[in-house]
Every structure is written in structure tokens, then in C-alpha cells.
């Protein structure tokens, strides 16, 4: 279990992985790698204490494996979530047929109305969940939560291409309000 001390510092080092290495006066490579000791130096520069244990609890526990080590433990990134760009070498991966993205009510109409469908906004990808449950918690994160279906099966025909993040999320540039349906709540 992630206890709160480290989901606060776990969002801070979310920030400097994912937006704004800066933060912590430190530079990310072209695979969005910051080098581990630069990262704790960085941390505590900025007024939060971190140690190497503390790091690796805070990866080990985080409770969406939001980070992972390289292979010798001296480097560390965010599997997913970037705006800033970084190739994470992800691997074109076959989505199941249907997955799911949740958003909030009020962006429904931009969204299917206006039919402007799923942009990535400020991120690199568009975020989709494998399951409704997921896609719900994701929702309500901006307002009240509502969930659309998304049919990959077709977009996988139409030749959009599909990544699969270390952690489980499913990424594409964008979603056309052609392959959307919102899900009637239950
Ligand atoms: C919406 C969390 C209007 C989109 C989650 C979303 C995820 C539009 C919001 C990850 C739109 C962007 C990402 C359009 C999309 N008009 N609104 N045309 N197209 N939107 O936070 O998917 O906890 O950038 O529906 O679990 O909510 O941070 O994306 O509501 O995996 O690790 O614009 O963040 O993970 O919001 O979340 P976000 P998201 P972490």
C-alpha cells in the first residue's frame, strides 16, 4: 500500500517525469529517462526529502506502476502520461477489440457533438482502459464521470496503431467520434 507521504512525492516526481524535469533542475534523455541519483539530488534541492529506499518503495507500491527502473537500477522513468516529447519505444500491440475511455459530461459535447472525438490534448496519446470500472475512475477525475466505448476492433482495420504502456495503458494518437459510443450508465 502506498501510504501518503509517498503519494505525495510520488505526484511531484509524476511532474518532473512526465512534464517538467526542471522542477527538480534535471534533464531527461530522448527516452524519458532521468538518471536516479540526479533525480534524489533534484528532489531534495526542491525541499522534499528522498532517498534511494524511498524511491524504490515509492515504485514498488505505486499504485498504478506509474514509474520503472532500467534493468542496473540507475535510471528511471514514467511508463506513461508524458507531454513533454520522449520515445518510450513502445511496441505497436494488437488492442482487444472493444476498449473504453472515461472523461467527464461536460466534454462530451466538444467530444461527439461537435465531433471532434478523442484528442491527446497536452499529452502525447490519447488514454484508454481495458475495462469500465477503470475508465470510470479515470472520468472522474475532471467532473462527473461518464464512459465511451471505443471500437478498436475497427480502428485496428483502419490502420490506426495501438501501444500498450509498461503499466497497462492503452495509447493512441487520437480516436475519430466515428469509432465512439458513449456507454449507458448502469
Ligand atoms: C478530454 C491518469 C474536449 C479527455 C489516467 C480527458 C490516465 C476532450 C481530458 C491518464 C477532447 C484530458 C490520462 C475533446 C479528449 N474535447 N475534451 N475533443 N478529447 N478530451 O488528464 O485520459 O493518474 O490529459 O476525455 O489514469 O483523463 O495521471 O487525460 O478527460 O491514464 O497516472 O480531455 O492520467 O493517470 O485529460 O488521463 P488528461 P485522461 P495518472
Known amino acids: ?9 510520488s505526484k511531484f516526481i509524476s ?4 512534464h517538467n524535469p526542471g522542477a527538480a533542475g534535471i534533464k531527461l534523455d530522448d527516452h524519458g529517462w532521468a538518471d536516479v541519483e540526479e533525480l534524489i539530488q533534484g528532489v531534495n534541492k526542491a525541499g522534499k526529502a528522498l532517498d534511494m529506499d524511498m524511491l524504490k518503495e515509492i515504485v514498488r507500491t505505486n499504485d498504478k506502476k506509474r514509474f520503472s527502473f532500467n534493468e542496473d537500477g540507475t535510471k528511471i522513468r514514467a511508463n506513461q502520461g508524458h507531454s513533454i516529447a ?3 519505444e513502445l511496441k505497436a500491440t494488437l488492442p482487444p477489440d472493444i476498449l473504453y475511455h472515461g472523461t467527464a459530461t461536460r466534454f462530451l459535447g466538444s467530444i461527439l457533438n461537435l465531433k471532434e472525438g478523442l484528442r ?4 502525447l496519446y490519447v488514454h484508454l482502459s481495458k475495462d469500465y470500472e477503470t475508465a470510470v475512475k479515470v472520468g472522474m477525475r475532471h467532473g462527473v464521470p461518464c464512459v465511451l466505448k471505443v471500437d478498436t476492433g475497427r480502428m485496428v482495420k483502419d490502420g490506426y496503431t495501438f501501444y500498450l504502456s509498461e503499466n497497462g495503458v492503452w495509447l493512441v494518437e487520437k480516436v475519430p467520434a466515428e469509432y465512439l459510443e458513449r456507454v449507458a450508465e448502469a
Open 15 to 18: 511532474l518532473i517525469l512526465r
Open 120 to 123: 491527446a490534448g497536452s499529452r
Open 86 to 88: 520522449v520515445d518510450l
Open 1 to 9: 500500500m502506498e501510504n501518503g507521504a509517498y503519494k505525495k512525492i
